[in-house]
Every structure is written in C-alpha cells, then in structure tokens.
C-alpha cells in the first residue's frame, strides 16, 4: 500500500504549479497593479489589489480585484486536476494565490452585506485548506 493512499475516498490534493515570476516581483517590491498586468493569471497579484483595495476602504474595487484572482484560480486549480472539491493546501507556496483571493472575496462580500457569497467562500477556504482559513483570520 501507498503511504499517500487515501482510505476515506476524498481526493488528492491540489498542488498548483510554481509561478516565481509573479511572486518574486510582489517580492521585490513591484506595484500589484503591473504584476497583475504582465501576469494576468496570477491569482497572488490580484489577491494583493484586492488587500491594497480593501485597506485603503476601497471595497467594491476589492471585490472585483478578489473576483478576478478567485477565478483566474479556479482555471488553474481545473487545469490541475482539482474536480470541485478536496483540498488545496496552503503548505504548497504556489496555492496561497488562490487561497488568498477566496478570503480577500469573502471579506469583501461581507463588507458589501453580500452574506450568502460571504459564508460560501468561508466555507470553501475551511473545506479547502482549515489551514488557510486559520492563517488568513486575522487579514
């Protein structure tokens, strides 16, 4: 048997390809808005526009910034094999993009008094990393 066999029948996880190139701009110190541009499917740029919007009291612009990276997460999460559901653990460096921008969209929705949006996305981050939701709590 396989040490990673799962016996209880809930997928894999979900690990997303590295992408450096966006990270190490943020990094670097890079304005978010010019990574999300030469990187437009990077969920990590557009998680940190949504936190930029959302601490500067601008929240409907982080709502669409939070959008933005939730989806363009997704596609990647498909193109990984994820089918829905399991986890996607915050461990792995390169899901914390897309775990990013699932709570900076909840935050928002919340704000905006969006409650069913709000609790689905909470739910989602604690199905698909407690971790994450943990670590993201206090953002």
């Known amino acids: 048997m396989s040490v990673h066999q799962n016996l209880l029948g809930e997928p894999d996880p979900t690990l997303l390809p590295d992408e450096p190139g966006p990270r190490e701009a943020l990094a670097a110190g890079t304005d978010p808005a010019e990574v999300a541009a030469s990187h437009p499917t990077s969920s990590l740029a557009w998680a940190r526009l949504a936190d930029d919007a959302f601490a500067a009291g601008r929240v409907v612009e982080s709502y669409a910034y939070a959008r933005t990276g939730y989806h363009r997460g997704l596609d990647a999460l498909r193109r990984s094999g ?5 986890p996607v653990p915050w461990e792995h460096e390169p899901n914390q993009g897309f775990l990013r921008a699932l709570h900076a969209l909840g935050r928002a929705a919340a704000a905006i008094d ?9 739910t989602f981050l604690r199905d698909s990393s407690p971790t994450a939701a943990r670590e993201l709590a206090g953002a």
């Open 82 to 86: 994820w089918r829905g559901h399991g």
């Open 114 to 122: 969006e409650k069913d949006e709000a609790e689905r996305c909470a």
